[in-house]
């Protein structure tokens, strides 16, 4: 997850976040036997936002900018890559993160929370509570600040 200010809009933090499997020869990769998947799909998210007053914002929805994408790897040649599909508008495998930006209020002091996946695909956007048991990846709480510049 990445920050910037941005001064030209009501909202001056734009934050990016991106997601994919990791591959093989990558720090913490497992094998699809290991994680228990060969692909995940995100479902929801929730975002806490602190703000500088002291009160907290949570945001806990479905999706991420309307889309649910599904994440996975597979062989490319000789080598395994990361890809994803942009569900829910469209079926085609794109090589590379899943990346998405949005923006927070000015007020907004640490920005936080996870995002949930659940394993294979959703059925219509529904989680399969019988076959599918979700799983969280965290977001490090970040501090929204204008770092200290020397000049």
């Avoid at 659940?118 to 219509?124: K, S, Y």
């Amino acid at each position: 997850m990445s920050r910037a200010l941005v001064n030209e809009h009501h909202f001056p933090w734009t934050y990016e976040i991106s997601v994919r499997l990791l591959c093989p020869k990558e720090d913490g990769y497992m094998s699809p036997e290991e994680r228990g998947f060969e692909t995940a799909q995100l479902w929801r998210r929730h975002w806490v936002l602190e703000k500088h007053n002291g009160e907290t914002d949570i945001v806990d929805d479905f999706a991420v900018i309307g889309k649910n994408p599904i994440i996975g790897t597979m062989l490319k040649g000789e080598e395994t890559m990361s890809y994803y599909i942009d569900a829910p508008f469209g079926d085609e495998k794109e090589f590379g993160t899943f990346s998405y930006c949005s923006m927070v209020d000015e007020d907004v002091r640490y920005f936080g929370g996870f995002l949930v996946f659940v394993p294979g695909r959703l059925d219509e956007g529904r989680l399969n509570t019988t076959a599918q048991q979700p799983f969280n990846v965290n977001l490090e709480k970040m501090e929204m600040t204008t770092p200290k510049l020397t000049w």
